[in-house]
């Protein structure tokens, strides 16, 4: 059965808009096809501000792939198109994030879902509701308009100019 899943894509090194599409034309042909997408934003870093500001978007996509299988696909996504980890919030040329799973909560060493930080982060939450305000958090059972609404973020996050979207 598939699953409605929702990531948040972020980038802040090399050409951030190429970035983002090459992230999204590769989920969409090797993950899940890709429902809706929101605009795409730019945010001052986030924990570690000194670095370049990020773009960011959301994505709905539709898997068959179980959670664990999800997230090895799009690891193997960020490494090839040149994701290193080298520090917690660091720079970065992609960032995948599982944000919500259907409505599943799930644990494990690798991989929280729904995400911990989501509903204290306006990039993640202005671009989410753009796609799925009514989306309701399993955890909080709050849609993601009302997380918005309430988030303590004070990160400013503006809309990005003409960025094509798949």
């Given at each position: 059965?598939?699953?409605?899943?929702?990531?948040?894509?972020?980038?802040?090194?090399?050409?951030?808009a190429v970035n983002l599409?090459?992230?999204?034309?590769?989920?969409?042909?090797?993950?899940?096809?890709?429902?809706?997408?929101?605009?795409?934003?730019?945010?001052?870093?986030?924990?570690?501000?000194?670095?370049?500001?990020?773009?960011?978007?959301?994505?709905?996509?539709?898997?068959?792939?179980?959670?664990?299988?999800?997230?090895?696909?799009?690891?193997?996504?960020?490494?090839?198109?040149?994701?290193?980890?080298?520090?917690?919030?660091?720079?970065?040329?992609?960032?995948?994030?599982?944000?919500?799973?259907?409505?599943?909560?799930?644990?494990?060493?690798?991989?929280?879902?729904?995400?911990?930080?989501?509903?204290?982060?306006?990039?993640t939450l202005i671009p989410?509701?753009?796609?799925?305000?009514?989306?309701?958090?399993?955890?909080?059972?709050?849609?993601?308009?009302?997380?918005?609404?309430?988030?303590?973020?004070?990160?400013?996050?503006?809309?990005?100019?003409?960025?094509?979207?798949?």
């Amino acid at each position: 059965m598939k699953k409605r899943v929702f990531l948040l894509l972020g980038t802040n090194l090399g050409d951030r808009a190429v970035n983002l599409g090459q992230a999204i034309e590769a989920i969409d042909q090797e993950v899940g096809k890709i429902a809706k997408a929101s605009s795409v934003f730019e945010t001052s870093a986030w924990g570690k501000t000194d670095q370049p500001a990020f773009l960011n978007q959301a994505v709905e996509i539709s898997t068959q792939f179980d959670v664990e299988d999800l997230l090895t696909r799009l690891l193997s996504i960020e490494e090839r198109l040149g994701r290193k980890r080298h520090e917690h919030w660091g720079e970065r040329i992609i960032d995948i994030d599982i944000l919500f799973f259907g409505d599943e909560i799930y644990t494990s060493p690798r991989l929280l879902i729904p995400h911990p930080q989501l509903g204290n982060r306006r990039f993640t939450l202005i671009p989410l509701n753009e796609i799925a305000p009514d989306f309701v958090h399993p955890l909080l059972k709050k849609t993601v308009s009302e997380l918005l609404a309430v988030c303590p973020d004070p990160l400013s996050v503006t809309k990005y100019p003409d960025v094509s979207r798949a």
